[in-house]
């Protein structure tokens, strides 16, 4: 089962009711992934027949989060294909007539029960500590009679007709053999009074005429799995394998990610809707990395994966059923690995929105000398401005006690610093070739500790405490700059 070579046809099934989270975007990868790996077609398709849930802005961000990950759709809304239209609200004739054929062959029934008098037997249900179900008065009544009222104009929604007796087995390609009775199964509503098709038919029919061979979906789809078996077997076609993935779980392992939670996540820089990780820092190739190793493995120890390896790699018999927990340290540390995969151009490229947005204009030539600086020493994209916004600005302002040498007085310390600038004016140019050897002789006439001593070259020049390697930066800065930072600060010391 791993080494599918037949093409296959996937879909991303979407509901636009929300901002696109974590596990919408593991969802997609997936069958992107299988797409590209059998020579297939990915296929997106938008659920929004749900008129009541739906949120204008979710479809864009559903794309905008889909091509910021990398993952490109063979067919959908916005690029057409030929088992159009990929939304589902224009496809409402469709499961309209498709509810007719299942009326028509006796699988499904005209219903007219008032939604006040199915609250309250679904109360008295639950009084009695029963399964909420449709108590089948509609089932009962007589198809012509039925359709005479239809055809009257009586409100009505159309229910699947689950047969009573036996049992139905179904299979889940991750977890195996489910088999269920069917007395347990709900004659559910399959045709709103609307007219839109509820998930039940809509997926069903749809995934069938769209001839999709892999269906991957949530776990939170497996109770209803059963009832979905049936109304396919009931239209006479033949089911796609289905592939029911894990949920994810908060942090802490207890339990789903509420609203509140996740706006929280975002104070501490961290979030699980795939378009805030752009803003915070995040390569897109990082959170492919992190998420497609949640529910899924290539085999005990390999971790680090590209988009094109994944695509060479991915298979179907290393699913994960168990839920699994998000860990934001993995994605910091994927984050990593993969800023540090990029080559230098890509790098700059990617860090200078970030300076931009900062307000600082940072030019391409110099963002290029400075990336082999910082390369090694961030974690996200943003920490780049934290880190090297100094090489942009032209007067940096360290805080004074930040000079002061520890164990010196801050007049001692103006003293080490103009014996500094003496040695680094003598030098025509001042980079690690020229300017450490010299340096380093100073430190030790000085009977001080390089710490000490490069601790407040590092703040004059950087006009901060932590900062890429000491001399490869001032060699960016530039000499002038260099020795004109030096003097700032031998004033600034002077001034205590
Ligand atoms: N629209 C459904 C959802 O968002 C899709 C489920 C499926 O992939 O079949 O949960």
Redesign the pocket.
């Known amino acids: 089962m791993s080494n599918i070579e037949t093409p296959v046809r996937v ?5 636009p ?1 929300g901002r696109m989270h974590l596990g ?1 975007g593991r ?1 997609a990868l997936y069958n992107y992934l299988l797409a590209r790996k059998t020579g297939g077609q990915f296929i997106l398709r938008v ?1 929004d027949t749900d008129q009541r849930r739906y949120v204008p802005t979710a479809e864009q961000e559903l794309y905008d989060g889909m091509h910021w990950l990398g993952l490109q759709w063979d067919e959908g809304p916005d690029v057409g294909g030929p088992y159009g239209p990929y939304r589902q609200s224009e496809r409402k004739e469709i499961y309209q007539q498709h509810a007719k054929m299942l009326i028509d062959s006796g699988h499904a029934y005209y219903c007219f029960c008032a939604p006040e008098r199915l609250e309250r037997v679904r109360q008295e249900q639950m009084k009695r500590k029963e399964q909420p179900h449709y108590d089948g008065t509609c089932r009962a009544l007589d198809p012509a009679e039925a359709a005479a009222r239809v055809a009257a104009g009586e409100r009505h929604v159309v229910r699947f007709k689950t047969p009573k007796e036996g049992t139905t087995t179904v299979v889940d390609e991750i977890r195996g053999a489910i088999t269920v009775q069917n007395s347990s199964i709900d004659d559910q509503i399959i045709l709103r009074s609307d007219g839109l098709g509820v ?1 039940h038919l809509a ?1 069903m029919v749809d ?1 069938h005429l769209m001839k999709i061979t892999h ?4 776990s ?2 497996l109770p209803s799995f059963p009832l979905h078996h049936l109304i396919i077997r009931a239209f006479g076609w033949e089911p796609p394998k289905f592939y029911h993935l894990s949920v994810f779980l908060k942090p802490s392992g207890k339990g789903k990610m509420s609203k509140r939670e996740a706006a929280d996540l975002m104070k501490d820089g961290f979030s699980i809707f795939v378009k805030d990780f752009e803003e915070l820092g995040y390569l897109p190739e990082a959170v492919v990395n992190w998420i497609v190793l949640m529910g899924w493995s290539y085999d005990d120890h390999t971790e680090f994966f590209t988009m094109q390896d994944l695509i060479e790699k991915f298979s179907l018999d290393r699913f994960n059923p168990s839920p699994a927990a998000i860990n934001f340290s993995k994605l910091d540390h994927f984050n990593g690995l993969h800023i540090r995969s990029l080559s230098h151009e890509d790098l700059a490229r990617r860090i200078k929105p970030f300076f931009l947005k900062a307000g600082i204009q940072a030019d391409d030539a110099r963002l290029l000398r400075i990336v082999p600086l910082i390369q090694h020493r961030i974690g996200t994209l943003d920490e780049a401005v934290d880190m090297a916004g100094f090489f942009f600005r032209d007067e940096v302002t360290p805080p004074v006690e930040d000079l002061v040498i520890q164990g010196l007085s801050a007049a001692q310390s103006a003293q080490v610093a103009r014996r500094c600038l003496e040695v680094l004016k003598g030098l025509p140019e001042i980079n690690v070739e020229t300017a450490e050897e010299p340096m380093r002789a100073l430190v030790e006439a000085l009977g001080l500790k390089p710490g000490q001593v490069f601790g407040l070259l590092r703040s004059a020049v950087t006009g901060q405490r932590v900062s890429p390697p000491l001399f490869e930066s001032m060699a960016v800065i530039g000499r002038e700059k260099v020795l004109e930072r030096i003097e700032r600060a031998i004033r600034l010391l002077e001034g205590m």
Do not use: I, K, L, Q
């Open positions: 879909r991303f099934a979407p509901s009711t919408s969802m659920e998930y997926a995934d269906v991957f979906r949530g939170e789809w």
